[in-house]
């Protein structure tokens, strides 16, 4: 028999498993909810009832849901940055134990979120590499853009016009 539903008054409320759900989960904003979970629905109103049973399910669908796409925003990365530096230079150059990312693109190893922030980001521009060599190498940060250097850029590109628009 269907649950009364406390947002609308009907009776409606029913296990539901459909296709097609998605739920924001820590840093995600969306991830795909198995088809497969059941979440008391209202089948009036469509609010859906979480009692601890489901949310602990759903929570472990969902970290679940979480590892696979940083696994797979790893080996994307990692398949990107392999045609500038090999794995093991590169293991070496982020601190990282000898086979470990080996071990990430084979789905053997969950890798972190910060870690895959931060793959993915040097996979978007590999020249960063290099710049990370260097910090390690003098212990200093690369020169930042300072209000003094933006302007002296701005005015360098190409003068006057590029205020015009
Ligand atoms: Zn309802």
């Known amino acids: 028999m269907s649950r009364l539903c406390a947002e609308c008054g009907a009776r409606a409320v029913e296990p539901c498993a459909v296709p097609g759900r998605t739920s924001a989960y820590k840093h995600f904003a ?16 469509g609010t859906e009832w979480f009692d601890r049973k489901t949310s602990e399910r759903l929570d472990a669908a969902l970290a679940e849901a979480a590892a696979q796409q940083l696994s797979g925003l790893a080996g994307e990365a990692l ?14 150059l982020l601190g990282l134990s000898a086979g470990y990312l080996s071990k990430v693109r084979h789905a053997k190893e969950r890798p972190s979120a910060p870690l ?8 978007d521009r590999p020249a960063r590499l290099d710049e ?15 209000v003094d250097n933006v302007s002296l850029f701005e005015s360098s590109v190409d003068g006057p016009a590029a205020v015009a628009y």
């Open 116 to 123: 895959v922030g931060l793959l993915a980001l040097l996979a």
């Open 132 to 146: 990370i060599a260097r910090i390690w190498d003098t212990g200093h940060l690369p020169p930042r853009l300072t």
């Open 30 to 45: 969306s991830l795909p909810i198995p088809a497969t979970l059941p979440i008391p629905t209202c089948a009036n109103c």
């Open 79 to 92: 398949g990107v940055l392999s045609t500038s530096l090999n794995q093991r230079d590169l293991e070496a």
